[in-house]
């Protein structure tokens, strides 16, 4: 999978990124670190991918949603029910 660059960024292979982590998130990065025999660059390297991987096709569908909406594009009552009777379970009485 080839990973989305943005205007102006890097597409070196390696760099080194410092930041600030509140301790008690340090200590766990040591201890997960530590269990599975990974370096703590490996494991922030992990997380970070997971976390990116997962958030932004979330923001890209995000602001998709926000463009086709300010043109109008918006379902009709009929199709919002469809999906409702598609997709809603009988509720008991």
Known sequence: ???PTLPGMPTTKD???SMRLPGELKARIETYAVMI???KSHVAMEALTDYLDWRLPQVV???QAIAAADRGEFAS???V???FDRYST???A
């Open 1 to 3: 999978m080839t990973e």
């Open 90 to 92: 009988p509720r008991s």
């Open 37 to 39: 025999g990974r370096s």
């Open 81 to 83: 029910q469809a999906l």
């Open 61 to 63: 569908d995000l602001k």
């Open 77 to 79: 009552d009929g199709e």
């Open 15 to 17: 760099s080194q990124v």
